[in-house]
């Protein structure tokens, strides 16, 4: 089985990046699984529902984020009803909104498990639960068990990152870690589990995590608020990993970081959901 899991996509130069490249990609790696960090499409902060249908109809299979998930409304009214979208697992006090793990069927016919979590730390509009607890739960007693399962976490520290690492290796296929907007170079396989810190992000390259230097410098030097501006560029930065499994064991045998710049010639669609700003 090969997954592709893309790093977290800016704007509306991410949703043109998946149109233009991503067919092409899942070709060239021979894909069997698509996986995107979502929660910063939607006007660099969040994820909307329009946006979503868009992106799961351009061919990614499974949208999932963290502390911003629950952003925008007219996707929350409806997670319940959408199964390609993942928020937080260890979400606390947040009812019936959506699901925070899912299986997925690839062309094969094998089942590949997604847990998605969050960690403790550095977040200020959410609280999570703990994650390494319920990870371990779940995998303990899997309601639907399958060899192929990956953990996707995302947290700004990455030494919770890496706890849950070490924590779970051998455990389970796979453990991406999420959330900084910049690729680490530490892909490895830990004990026959492919972990990374963090996949990174999809945006324009010279940026500020996605945006302009100009909103960012303003933002942090006033300290007062500002909205950030995506920066749109005839360029875009892909960061994101192959996660290679062994068909019958469900091991991870290779972990492939991609790091490259992608020209843009089409147009990205506007956004379809109410601004933000983000953190």
């Given at each position: 089985m090969k997954i592709l899991f893309l790093g977290q996509l800016i704007g509306k130069q991410s949703i043109a990046f998946v149109k233009e490249h991503l067919a092409s990609l899942k070709?060239?790696?021979?894909?069997?699984?698509?996986?995107?960090?979502?929660?910063a499409v939607t006007g660099g902060y969040g994820l909307g529902k329009n946006h979503a249908f868009y992106?799961?109809?351009l061919g990614i299979d499974l949208l999932l984020g963290g502390e911003a998930m629950l952003s925008k409304r007219d996707l929350v009214e409806e997670l319940a009803q959408i199964h390609f979208v993942l928020r937080p697992a260890n979400f606390t006090g947040i009812g019936n909104f959506g699901y925070g793990m899912r299986h997925?069927?690839?062309?094969?016919?094998?089942?590949?498990?997604?847990?998605?979590?969050?960690?403790?730390?550095?977040f200020h509009r959410v609280h999570a639960s703990n994650p390494y607890q319920l990870v371990n739960k779940i995998l303990d007693n899997p309601k639907?068990?399958?060899?192929?399962?990956?953990?996707a976490f995302s947290a700004i520290a990455s030494a919770e990152k890496q706890t849950m690492a070490h924590m779970m290796a051998g455990k389970c296929s796979a453990i991406i870690g999420y959330g900084a907007k910049a690729i680490t170079l530490d892909a490895q396989i830990i004990d026959e589990t492919a972990y990374i810190t963090d996949v990174g992000r999809i945006s324009a390259p010279f940026s500020v995590a996605g945006f302009t230097p100009e909103s960012e410098i303003e933002r942090y030097t006033t300290q007062r608020p500002r909205k950030s501006e995506e920066l749109i560029s005839d360029e875009i930065e892909l960061q994101a990993v192959?996660?290679?499994?062994?068909?019958?064991t469900g091991?991870?045998?290779?972990?492939?970081?991609l790091r490259a710049t992608y020209?843009?010639?089409v147009k990205a669609p506007a956004n379809t959901s109410a601004e933000s700003t983000t953190p």
């Open positions: 070709a060239e790696h021979q894909i069997d699984c698509t996986i995107a960090v979502a929660d992106l799961r109809k997925l069927h690839t062309p094969k016919n094998q089942q590949l498990n997604i847990i998605n979590v969050m960690g403790m730390m550095g639907h068990p399958s060899p192929f399962t990956l953990v192959v996660i290679t499994l062994d068909d019958e091991k991870a045998t290779h972990l492939q970081p020209p843009l010639n």
